[in-house]
């Protein structure tokens, strides 16, 4: 049968022959090798048609009387393929691209590098000779990215796109700008990342490329807030209007062109900013559960450590997924939440020197970890409070107050540091100072609705109270919330609770006539408040709220005649000290 060079077939043909002619040495031995695995299927049945074939079928070269003279020519030629155990398979461009895209899209969903072990069979199916795709670039610039290589991540994204744009492919520009912005963002450079970004959103309008468009202004929200100093020009000359007026135009389109996951931050987001500003709740809570339905996460560390479960908190941080932490940014993110949980157990423990060895390494992730920097600015106040350094704390506090200032940071931050500053007042022993401070934390937290807080500012208004001799006003503002602060499962705002409640109890006995059954009453109740509280700071092992709660039970004892009891207190008190030592 002859075949028309100009024919569909034939054309085949003479390509195939050409390719075959240009194959290198060691391409023709992997060609040969990929028809040999391919043909062995059906070579048991072949055999069966020819029983006197040998058992080297696939080279007459082998089929020698000599078993070991064909291994000796065969072993270096074919390798395992002489035993039937190859393993090797021959991956085409096409399907490597495909594996390529399929790890660059988990790695973009998922936010983690590519496991140490895929990475390496990528890269041995990659060997030399082959054809690799452009998007080999793109995975390595998301490696260098995540391992926090800058440099290595910059020239793998321009590599990436200068292959693209040079196959015509003109319609990336505005993801490269839009990559290059994230890129600089994330490595700390605001003011180059502010021009990409700019450019990326021009580019995308003109090109009419709504998805870029909307994802770069959601971003652009994002970053509008955790940047609000450098973003202040942008916001000058009005490129997305107000927050409100952002998030609701980001909706809009999102709901539009069907962007399920850019809804979903955008939900968070309008959550977020509720919170912020005090609104309602509900509506907050509202956006909360409707992104749930699309992407929710939960974190149970920082619940547990509350509790005063600090192993199982740690236990649960150590079991991420090592893969996970890969990240540099996740690393550095569960580096910093780690030893915030083991700054304040040391601190609970009164082990300052322990914990001030643990903070200065959360000094120095501080600048790379700026969701967490508040966190570690009230672990600082706590430290210089537990040293007593009463004016340092309230310059630390000052300052913190500062930079929520010109942050806008959240109401719930605030509220906590406006509380904090109350204790300073409280500690320093002028809490009458702190009164305007604490109700004004109250009336705020009462309008947000932020429950927890609400509890703690009432807890700093009673034990002001207390310092003005307003025992029975105290006792009774505690009893009526004590229900609800219980709720919250926050062992250390029960105990002061507690303590504060026994306090009272003992001012209101101090008011009632010597021997009287109310005075006796009233200190029974302190003394079951104080074994209230000093359960709830071992539950924490806060070694300072023990040592206080024993030591007022032992007073009440003394004032009670109870000295066998009072002994026992103050030997307690002892062996909470020495185990603490220990």
């Not at 009632?512 to 709830?536: M, N, P, T, W």
């Amino acid at each position: 049968m002859l075949l028309s060079r100009t024919s569909p077939l034939g054309t085949f043909v003479r390509r195939a022959q050409l390719e075959f002619t240009r194959l290198q040495f060691h391409d023709g031995i992997s060609l040969w090798k990929a028809l040999i695995l391919f043909r062995n299927p059906s070579l048991r049945l072949w055999k069966r048609r020819h029983p006197g074939a040998g058992s080297h079928t696939f080279d007459s070269n082998l089929q020698t009387d000599s078993i070991d003279a064909g291994r000796k020519l065969g072993g270096p030629v074919y390798g395992d393929l002489v035993d039937d155990t190859s393993k090797d398979v021959q991956t085409s461009t096409d399907d490597m691209e495909k594996l390529l895209d399929y790890q660059v899209s988990r790695m973009q969903r998922l936010g983690c590098r590519v496991p140490r072990a895929v990475r390496a069979q990528l890269w041995t199916m990659a060997k030399p000779g082959t054809t690799i795709p452009n998007i080999t670039y793109y995975m390595r610039f998301l490696e260098a990215w995540k391992a926090g290589d800058y440099s290595s991540s910059f020239d793998n994204l321009h590599r990436y796109f200068d292959y693209a744009m040079q196959m015509g492919e003109k319609g990336l520009y505005q993801y490269a700008l839009l990559n290059l912005a994230i890129l600089h963002a994330d490595f700390g450079c605001v003011s180059e990342a502010i021009t990409a970004l700019q450019e990326t959103i021009a580019t995308a309008r003109e090109n009419h490329d709504l998805p870029c468009l909307n994802y770069s202004l959601s971003w652009f929200q994002q970053f509008w807030r955790t940047h609000p100093e450098e973003s202040t020009d942008i916001r000058k000359k009005g490129l997305l209007g107000s927050e409100k007026e952002a998030l609701s135009f980001l909706k809009a389109k999102a709901k539009e062109s069907n962007m399920w996951t850019l809804l979903s931050t955008t939900l968070l987001n309008e959550a977020k900013l509720v919170l912020s500003k005090g609104d309602s709740v509900a509506h907050a809570f509202e956006s909360v559960v409707k992104a749930s339905h699309l992407n929710i996460t939960k974190g149970t560390s920082e619940t547990l450590a509350r509790k005063g479960r600090y192993l199982e908190a740690v236990s649960q941080m150590e079991q991420v997924d090592p893969e996970t932490l890969r990240d540099l940014k996740h690393q550095q993110y569960w580096t910093t939440s780690l030893g915030i949980i083991k700054v304040q157990r040391s601190l609970n423990r009164d082990n300052l020197d322990a914990a001030e060895h643990v903070f200065a390494q959360l000094q120095a992730a501080q600048a790379e970890v700026q969701e967490l920097h508040v966190n570690v600015a009230l672990i600082e106040i706590e430290l210089q409070l537990r040293r007593r350094d009463f004016p340092k704390a309230m310059t630390l506090l000052e300052k913190l107050l500062q930079v929520l200032d010109q942050q806008e940071a959240d109401i719930f931050q605030r509220l906590k540091v406006m509380i904090l500053k109350a204790r300073i007042y409280d500690q320093a022993g002028i809490p009458q100072k702190g009164f305007s401070v604490a109700l004004r934390a109250a009336s705020l937290a009462h309008k947000a609705q932020l429950l927890p807080v609400l509890w703690d500012a009432v807890g700093a208004i009673c034990r002001i109270l207390v310092s003005v001799n307003e025992f029975d006003a105290a006792v009774r503002l505690i009893e009526s919330v004590l229900p609800q602060a219980l709720e919250c499962e926050d062992c250390g705002l029960a105990a002061l609770l507690f303590s504060c409640l026994a306090d009272g109890h003992v001012g209101t006995a101090g008011q009632a006539k010597a021997g009287s059954s109310q005075r006796k009453e009233k200190l029974i109740k302190a003394s079951a408040a104080l074994d209230r509280a000093f359960d709830e700071y071992s539950k924490i092992e806060d070694v300072r709220g023990q040592c206080e709660m024993v030591a007022k039970k032992a007073t009440i004892m003394c004032l009670n005649g109870d000295t066998m009891l009072a002994n026992d207190c103050a030997a307690k008190y002892l062996d909470i000290r020495k185990a603490a030592t220990e």
